[in-house]
């Protein structure tokens, strides 16, 4: 998460959900926080196209992507 701060893309009501995605994201991809970093930051098919960064900003958007993380990590493509 420090990265993301870094370049000021939280706002303070955000981080909490921007944590929850973050920690699932390094999660799946297995501790690599390189990899989770570059799929956190580019579109993702699965949200419509959208980066899951940007989808921090209400509850059901952040829904949305742990679910996402959740049927990726039971080897369901979406």
């Known amino acids: 998460m420090q990265f993301l701060t870094k370049v000021g893309l939280v706002m303070k009501n955000d ?3 921007l ?6 994201t390094i999660a799946f991809f297995g501790d690599n926080e390189e990899a989770a ?3 956190l930051t580019k579109p ?5 196209s959208k980066r899951p960064i ?7 958007d952040t829904e949305l992507v742990l679910n996402l993380i959740q049927c990726l990590e039971h080897g369901m493509f979406v």
């Open 15 to 17: 981080k909490e959900r």
């Open 19 to 24: 944590a929850s995605i973050t920690k699932a």
């Open 37 to 39: 970093q570059r799929w």
């Open 44 to 48: 993702v098919r699965g949200l419509g």
């Open 54 to 60: 940007d989808m921090i900003h209400t509850d059901k």
